[in-house]
């Protein structure tokens, strides 16, 4: 069985995270995709783990192959905990990129066997952040282009 880990802080959960989750899943990648919520030492979520866990299973009940996981400690020690071969990453610009390239190389020389894989971010989805969305939102502007209807709806109710 063929395993693929798509690490994020998903705080919130955005339609650039979603198109990847939906890309992965059409390509058969993977036999299963395990979204692992983590949480970042450089940020401050505005969601709870809890809060995040709730909105992702709610917007990827539809996807058969996808689970909803916490991860701790190291990313490959966890993807080598569920038995994954592939790391998924998104990339939406240059600064991702050099970011996730850095990652992939430690993740190697900690992991060799275990791959990660970018997928380039659909070009409506290049601008969307997580901390766009809360910010406009936060601010009483419209992020229904950048975030699923029910993340916009629980964000209104947070703020």
């Not at 996808?66 to 701790?72: A, H, L, Q, W």
């Not at 991702?96 to 970011?99: A, C, L, S, V």
């Given at each position: 069985m063929r395993i693929a880990i798509y690490p994020g802080t998903f705080?919130?959960?955005t339609n650039g995270h979603l198109d990847i989750i939906e890309r992965v899943c059409k390509l058969?990648?993977?036999d299963r995709l395990i979204i692992a919520v983590r949480e970042n030492l450089r940020k401050s979520p505005l969601l709870s783990l809890v809060e995040r866990l709730a909105l992702i299973y709610k917007l990827t009940?539809?996807?058969d192959q996808?689970?909803?996981?916490?991860?701790?400690g190291l990313l490959v020690e966890y993807a080598r905990s569920k038995y994954a071969s592939m790391i998924i990453r998104g990339l939406r610009n240059g600064m991702?990129?050099?970011?996730e390239m850095e990652m992939a190389v430690i993740n190697q020389s900690l992991a060799p066997d275990i791959e990660t894989l970018f997928i380039p971010s659909k070009a409506e989805n290049i601008y969307v952040s997580s901390s766009a969305v809360?910010?406009?939102t936060k601010l009483g502007g419209s992020a229904g282009s950048m975030a699923p209807a029910?993340?916009?709806e629980y964000l209104k109710t947070k703020l």
């Open positions: 705080d919130p959960l058969g990648i993977s009940s539809d996807f996808v689970e909803v996981d916490i991860c701790t991702d990129f050099n970011y809360k910010e406009i029910a993340v916009i």
